[in-house]
């Protein structure tokens, strides 16, 4: 089994085949390494993809982040941070396959922006952008295996439909990893820091997380939120329940998670006409 998963780490990380945009990202990253950089310097790296800039903007203006005013990149990176925009640039062309080929599945990725950004917010927690955006990010293994592993993912739709199994237990049954993990090597290879990729690989496992186990729990409850809402499609059938280490580590109550599940409903409205606007244009 180990040997069918370390071959389909090296299908998966075959950056050849991924839909990564190098040129301008290993621009970005070296210049986030230098301390010398300035915001303007990497703004004008990503000003250089016209394309690129207009969806970076579009992502910083959605219900997810909730700025409504961001109108230039330098100013998306001072707003929302380099590592940010960063991984807004990277996702950007996954994010439109989502958006032409599963729009459910692009419109649970950004409930679950909205979700983890509202109840950060509601915590009082520092950095609430990169918790959305790990949000934002956290399926982004399931667009991946989908792109990669076409007929092994007939064969866990299969399972989940027949067997009523989570999407998980079906990729572990199918691939010896899930859509968590494979996200987490994905966020490695472009370099994205550990704050956005933990909660990416372990937003199923939230006791597998020892670094940024805050973030982590609160992209998973998110995850929870926006399947017991409904809304858009994650691919499972049934809601899972809030792991207990999540609930403890942010030291909820139920009075918090009922105002921000009504934070969330109001919310939705927006983030479904954000959608259909993207998918529109």
């Not at 933990?198 to 006791?207: C, G, L, S």
Request: hydrophobic letters at 40%.
């Amino acid at each position: 089994m180990d040997d069918k998963r370390s071959e389909l780490k090296k299908i998966i990380m075959d950056t050849k085949t991924l839909p990564t945009l190098p040129g301008v990202i290993n621009k970005l990253n070296s210049l986030s390494d230098n301390d010398k950089a300035s915001v303007q310097e990497m703004a004008k790296v990503v000003t250089s993809d016209q394309v690129l800039s207009a969806r970076i903007l579009r992502l910083a203006n959605s219900p997810s982040y909730g700025f409504y005013r961001v109108s230039t990149i330098s100013n998306a990176m001072i707003l929302l941070g380099v590592n940010v925009v960063k991984s807004l640039a990277l996702s950007s062309s996954i994010f439109e396959i989502m958006e032409k080929n599963s729009v459910g599945l692009w419109e649970h990725s950004l409930g679950v922006g909205v979700a983890a950004n509202l109840l950060a917010r509601r915590l009082k927690l520092p950095e609430c952008e990169e918790i959305a955006t790990a949000a934002l990010l956290h399926d982004i293994g399931k667009v991946i295996v989908s792109i990669k592993c076409n007929e092994a993912e007939k064969e866990i739709l299969k399972l989940v439909r027949d067997r009523g199994f989570y999407i998980r237990e079906a990729e572990r049954e199918v691939l010896d990893t899930d859509h968590a993990e494979v996200g987490g090597w994905l966020a490695k290879s472009w370099f994205l820091p550990d704050k956005l990729s933990e909660p990416v690989a372990f937003h199923h496992d939230v006791v597998k997380s020892e670094n940024h186990r805050i973030k982590t729990s609160v992209v998973h409850i998110a995850d929870v939120l926006i399947k017991a809402s409904g809304f858009g499609n994650s691919g499972d059938c049934h809601v899972p329940k809030i792991q207990q280490v999540a609930w403890d580590t942010l030291k909820l109550n139920e009075q918090v998670l009922s105002d921000v599940v009504d934070e969330i409903e109001d919310k939705l409205v927006e983030v479904k006409n954000f959608s259909l606007e993207m998918i529109g244009s």
